[in-house]
């Protein structure tokens, strides 16, 4: 069944950078639209970014444009979000997951651990 993963986060100072990493299982990586949610407290989920299957489309919502990079490997299952200039609002969970074509709804009902970024001085 659908398995991710997510790793890499924690705690940083405003202005600094954290790469997290979301590693996928269970379904076939490299023909599937991957997106990276965040959930920042007290507030809905909300698509930050995505990557086309073969990583060549990218869209990033206004509020982390310029500063977030969505990459992915597909020989290792893995996508990435590269966060610099961090702000104490981007602090959330953040999922990975799997996105059903080009647009901000999931493909599965299934949603990983997620993982934790605190922007903070």
């Known amino acids: 069944q659908v398995q991710l993963v997510e790793s890499g986060g924690g705690s940083v100072q405003p202005g600094g950078s954290l790469r997290v990493s979301c590693a996928a299982s269970?379904?076939?990586?490299?023909?599937?639209?991957m997106g990276w949610y965040r959930q920042a407290p007290g507030k809905e989920r909300v698509l930050v970014a995505r990557?086309?299957?073969?990583?060549?489309?990218?869209y990033y919502d206004d509020s982390v444009k310029g500063r977030f990079t969505i990459s992915r490997d597909n020989a290792k299952n893995t996508v990435y979000l590269q966060m610099n200039s961090l702000k104490p609002e981007d602090t959330g969970v953040y999922y990975c997951?799997?996105?059903?074509?080009?647009?901000?709804?999931?493909?599965?009902?299934?949603w990983g651990q997620g993982t934790q970024v605190t922007v903070s001085r």
């Open positions: 269970g379904f076939t990586f490299s023909m599937n639209v």
């Open positions: 990557i086309s299957s073969n990583g060549g489309g990218k």
């Open positions: 997951n799997v996105l059903a074509g080009w647009t901000t709804k999931t493909k599965y009902d299934y």
